[in-house]
Each structure stands twice: as C-alpha cells, then as structure tokens.
C-alpha cells in the first residue's frame, strides 16, 4: 500500500515526532532528497543522507532532546512555521532553563516531504512575519506559561 502524501503541517508534525522519538529512519522518509538543515546563520547540511546521519550523531549524543511546539502557522502555500522550545539539547542547560528560550522552526515541504527545516531566532518581527502568536486582536499573545 503506497503512503499518501501529507499535508504540510502533518509532514512537519510527524517530523517533529520523528525527532523527539528519535527516530532517524523516519525523519529520512519526511526528507526531500535534496533535504537542507540551517542552524541560525551557520552553513547549511545539504542532502538526505548527510542529514540523516547529523540526526543519526545528535540523537546518540542528546537521547533526551524533545521539541515542545507552542504555536504552528502557514504563512505561505508548502511553508510551515513552529515556535516552541527544546530541552535535552547541545545547549547543557538544565530543562528550566532550556524551556525558557524560544526559536522558530521553518519549514518548506513539497509533495509531504520537508526540503528545508530553518531554525531561526526567535523575534517580535518574525512571530508577525511568519503569523505565530499574533490573537485576534492583532496584538501579540503574551509568552507562553511557564514550563512545569
């Protein structure tokens, strides 16, 4: 039985699981061929298997990392946007500590499969471009609760 093609916000949903489950071999099925990671303004990994490998070292390396969504948005056809926060990361931060600093994930899928997974800081004027956390009365939403 051939696998549908999902949606843009279910391939990156079910990409963020891959990770936090670390589950390597999933996340290659979520990636283009020509799959592209960039890590703020470092050079970008490119290809499927130079990044399933790097998810190979970082899963083996940081069992316990976890990404926590707190808000998704598309803010163009095939691109999607996460704001949330990490913890169990490279970072060495305890979990309340790490559960305070908020990123930005972007994605660009095409045909259920992610090319790009952007991590991009986090900022007032990104949250606006990109359409995270902005309620419906236009003003952005306060910070997320606490982490327990």
Not at 34 to 53: I, K, Q, S, T, Y
Not at 79 to 95: E, F, K, R, Y
Not at 119 to 138: F, S, V, Y
Request: glycine content about 10%; overall charge negative; hydrophobic content about 40%.
């Amino acid at each position: 039985m051939a696998l549908r093609q999902l949606p843009p916000v279910a391939a990156v949903i079910s990409f963020i699981d891959c990770i936090n489950r670390g589950d390597t071999a999933g996340l290659g099925k979520l990636m283009t061929r020509d799959h592209e990671l960039a890590v703020f303004d470092e050079e970008p990994l490119r290809g499927r298997a130079a990044n399933v490998e790097a998810w190979e070292g970082y899963a083996s390396a940081f069992p316990g990392y976890v990404i926590y969504p707190h808000a998704i948005a598309e803010p163009r056809q095939g691109q999607v946007a996460v704001l949330g926060h990490t913890t169990g990361s490279h970072l060495g931060l305890s979990d309340q500590e790490e559960c305070k600093l908020l990123v930005i994930w972007l994605a660009d899928v095409d045909s259920g499969k992610l090319r790009c997974w952007h991590l991009l800081k986090d900022t007032p004027a990104r949250r606006h471009d990109l359409g995270l956390g902005i309620a419906a009365h236009g003003r952005p939403d306060p910070d997320p609760p606490a982490c327990s």
